[in-house]
């Protein structure tokens, strides 16, 4: 076996051929997706008014182990991917432990996060429909800004409803948007009835991502060739990103390195079900054992605190219903600046593992979050995304772990991406003035009495 | 020959040992810094109080090839090198040329450019020679983000004097050097003689680069344990700098790949400097032949404008004069969204190898400049640095040239850097308001009489 470098590239011709569906070597099966309206299971007619026909295909198929990966989508992974396994050899030192650290690092490039994995695969199905564009929602916008990149690569129209705070107050993401030639609208907007009808109820509004979602799905269920994108929870995002594991075990694997704990940070799942899923796939076929843990936040502790039960996905309560660990559609997570993990909900496929025991899940406060950023930016070099923060919160603590009892483990963790958006954080952090809130049990409760009444 | 992949990793044992030193191969040696009080080449011994020794010898030795990286360097270099060398494949096929592109890519790593490499070096010989730490200046942040990382790594202290202007319209960057532990202070402050001096005279002035070397040089001079580093334009950085040179071409020889032309931004000149050396070197030797071009912005052209002459690196007149073609040491180019290329001068090794017709030059326009950007990240991924993006037009007006010729030659550029902390000026150009500004003839007559004496 050749010396383990600092950094683990594989060769392009290593780069995985096809997607993994973990749903196809689960038992218990993610549950279906409902209707709402007629609370029975979301058909592919339901579904392809609002998402790409093959992308349908994809979020029903439980059964399918590997979908091919299109040529063009693998053409355009070679702009970026493969993405390095560093061995954080500078962090072991500095953490003085004998566990051995490895992070999958997909945060090179622009849009700075693993996000571009699925906003390709899902512009290149639009493109292939003939579609003219895509609609989408963003909060602090990686995703708009990876579906923007995805768009203007495949020359397809790229509609962004931005919650307008963000559009206001991080006004970089946003130029990104519109370098890479998409529109970018503040939301609530006057483009759609509901957000009309929106500013008309509440005049001074500076939006939500539930009515950023709402306004999307409008404009593309309304607009002739357009459809609806999202950027995780969904079953076919979990899919894509699968090539962040598929890579990892590949090149754990020319290494013969044996993990002992995977780690990742947990909004909507799309980062932690990708990097777990080939592993988990070992695991529920009895090949291999590991420790999996999602690292959510404090703020928004949808795993750990919340209920798994059938809830919307969306504030509007318009999208269908999902069975998910769930902090009730209505739960706003106090300021964070994890702005990807403040998702209510977590995608069922994790939903359904955690409940089967599969998997751990621990919470995190952030400002002991930002001090393992801090560590991590200074030792290893590359200053991470907030979210991603979560994950290297958690690696520092089971290494120092392995420092007590001098046990020799192998973590591996998914550094999703940078921070260099994310500035504000950091001075908040950097100036002592970030605090930790975390939703009373009381607060948590009021929100539960707000799921559907399918759950009763 | 293997066949060519998309981006070319060199594997770690591949990665220079030792930086190759240009001027031992030039018959025409670089002129010598002049001491401004004597006019005599500047000695060790003066040297020394402001710089490190390790460094100063470096900077006077014309004669020695190869210095030999040290180990920790070569450490540190590993987490974020080699450095892909990319071939540019999507921009051949939306220019439709002929021509192959390659581009050396140094800005995957957090301080967003190839500054880093020399940063790292110098922080290593501070402390090697003991030293508490060093001061520096910065405009618009690149290189004091490069020295937080590096002392942040080596445990120094890092005082960085950054324009005020930069400090209060550029806070990311700023809470980047923050979040490395450097202390970054809006220059001129109240700390230096020089800067109360200013703030006396000048009671609202948000400062200048000039300004900020002259309290960074005033406080490493007058603090023990301290000593001044800076980014570009000497040789030491020049030295450091061929680590990208040296990389690319391991790279191209490794695939069978010769380039016809290399093409780099020219600003102090520090990475199209690294960049070239090994090439030029063969040049140089008789062994083999390319053209150079250097591309600088129309608004600070000192290459094709300038004046082949003896000038103060300083605006405030108080560092060695350099013989470089200079657009006079008062010369303030018009607003120009390329912070990094609003130098007066350029290094004296690339003067002295434009003077003997050995490397080439051009000027560029801004909004060109900002139309082959987008362009770039549009089909190659990658934002581009402001900076970067001038090769860029370059490489593309060349490639077009060759499109008209039927030409297929293989031209190679250098992306410094990402535009991530840019994205105000990527914002007057998505807005149709960027504009162009070239000096006349009159203001560079005017700026060239204030040349020192020394010239006559």
Redesign the interface.
């Known amino acids: 076996m050749a010396e383990i470098?600092?950094?683990i590239?594989l060769?392009?011709n290593e780069m995985p051929q096809a997607w993994y569906n973990l749903r196809a070597d689960m038992k218990n099966k993610p549950a279906p997706l409902l209707n709402p309206g007629t609370l029975k299971p979301m058909t592919f007619e339901d579904l392809t008014p609002v998402f790409c026909d093959d992308l349908v295909r994809q979020e029903l198929d439980d059964t399918t182990p590997f979908f091919e990966i299109p040529d063009e989508i693998r053409s355009?992974y070679?702009?970026?991917r493969p993405s390095p396994l560093v061995h954080a050899s500078?962090l072991e030192k500095a953490l003085d432990t004998p566990a051995k650290i490895y992070y999958k690092f997909e945060g090179?490039?622009?849009s700075?996060s693993h996000k571009l994995n699925s906003a390709i695969a899902q512009a290149y199905y639009a493109k292939k429909q003939g579609l003219k564009g895509v609609t989408t929602e963003t909060g602090a916008g990686q995703w708009g800004t990876a579906l923007s990149?995805a768009c203007?690569?495949f020359d397809l129209d790229c509609k962004v409803y931005m919650v307008k705070v963000s559009y206001e107050q991080k006004?970089?993401r946003r130029?990104?948007m519109?370098?890479?030639?998409a529109s970018v609208t503040p939301s609530p907007s006057e483009n759609t009835q509901v957000g009309r009808k929106i500013l008309e109820a509440h005049p001074g509004t500076t939006g939500s991502l539930g009515c950023a979602i709402s306004e999307a799905v409008e404009v593309a269920t309304s607009t002739p060739g357009y459809r609806y994108v999202l950027g995780s929870v969904l079953n076919q995002v979990l899919l894509h990103q699968s090539v962040i594991g598929l890579e990892t075990k590949a090149a754990l694997d020319k290494y013969g390195i044996h993990p002992d704990i995977i780690i990742g940070c947990a909004g909507g799942g799309s980062n932690l079900g990708g990097l777990i899923a080939p592993f988990m796939g070992q695991k529920l076929r009895g090949e291999d054992n590991y420790r999996f843990i999602a690292v959510e936040p404090a703020s928004c502790p949808s795993l750990t605190r919340g209920r798994f039960a059938y809830d919307f996905c969306d504030t509007g309560m318009v999208c269908p219903l999902a069975k998910m660990y769930t902090l009730g559609s209505n739960f706003i997570p106090s300021a964070n600046h994890a702005g990807g993990l403040r998702y209510h909900g977590m995608s069922s496929v994790l939903s359904q593992l955690y409940a089967d025991g599969l998997m751990e899940a621990v919470s995190v406060e952030q400002t002991s979050v930002f001090e393992a950023a801090?560590l991590f930016?200074?030792?290893?070099?590359?200053?991470p995304a907030p979210e991603s923060s979560h994950a290297i919160r958690t690696a520092i603590d089971e290494a120092l772990k392995c420092k007590e009892t001098g046990e020799e483990k192998t973590i591996v963790f998914g550094l999703t991406g940078?921070g260099?958006?994310d500035?504000?954080a950091?001075?908040r952090?950097?100036d002592g003035k970030m605090t930790d809130t975390i939703p009373s049990d009381e607060e948590l409760e009021a929100s539960f009495a707000t799921l559907p009444q399918v759950n009763l």
Not at 178 to 181: A, C, F, H, K, Q
Not at 377 to 383: D, K, S
Request: glycine content about 6%; charged content about 25%; hydrophobic content about 30%.
């Open positions: 470098p600092y950094k590239y060769e392009e355009f070679k702009m970026y500078f090179n490039n622009t700075g990149m203007s690569y006004p970089f130029e990104v519109r370098t890479y030639g801090e930016a200074r030792v290893e070099g590359t200053l940078t260099y958006f500035m504000t950091y001075e952090f950097n």
